[in-house]
């Protein structure tokens, strides 16, 4: 018979997409859940280092630390140690990860958030990006053991599970924003704030099969021409950060025109799979 703790946890869990301060709420499930004084869900990569950051418990405080890109690079052996989606990491994981890389920041950072002990698993990975689930342990905690690792690795299934719900209610949302993809003609492809493809026309689908301007990166696209694509990239992530609704900028390439439209904050609990820009491509006179 499950206990009340990891019961209330996947209540908490599979509503998430749908409550107010879901996420929050189901984050904060799991760290009573397994008796850990803090969690996190953390989406990396895309036009924003970080799309997707979701802390609870009083490390939260250090959000100096906790919105570094900086230290979630390779000092981090959290990040660091990561494998193939749904693969638990733990203590013995982060030790490994540690004696071969130069890890002295995190290790302030984590002794200064009393965050030394914990497990992690990676829920969706790409070459490109991933979105983890981890629990963090503080000294009182106590480093991982054997009930703390069981109840986390069925909370984190039913995490991805969610998390794949939320994805796939977003991506309904925004093929009704496309319209009727078999009348429009235009070249339109609307993106999450992860740089991922929420939905498209058919005509923008059939210059990603020709790829010769746009490719197909993991779950988003790319320009063809590494450079180019490196500048467009920065803005797509100005856009996210910075761009103010309806905010257009314009760009050339290949005798292309550009046009990436900051579309309206249509949620502000979700996981940022909802359209949050609108690239339409037209060809150059």
Known sequence: MRSGNLHRAELAILNAPFVERGWELAVQAVADATRSHAAQLLGLGGPLTMPLNVFVGPPAAYRHYIESAELHGACNWRVGSTTVAMAIQSEADYATYRHFHHTADYDDAASDMDIPFGCQSALIMDQRSLIGLAVLRGRRDGPCDGETLSRFAALREQMARAVRMQIALDGEASELMIGDLG????????????????????????????????????????????????????????????GEEGEVVHLRHAGWRLFVTRLPRRIEHGLGFEPHLALTLTRAA
């Open 183 to 242: 009348v429009l003609r235009g070249a339109t492809i609307l993106l999450d704030r992860h740089g991922g493809i929420a939905a498209l026309t058919p005509a923008a689908e059939e210059l990603l099969g020709e790829a010769t301007l746009l490719r197909l990166e993991g779950v988003g696209v790319a320009l063809v021409d590494p450079a180019a694509h490196a500048r467009f990239a920065a803005q797509l992530g100005r856009l996210l950060r910075d």
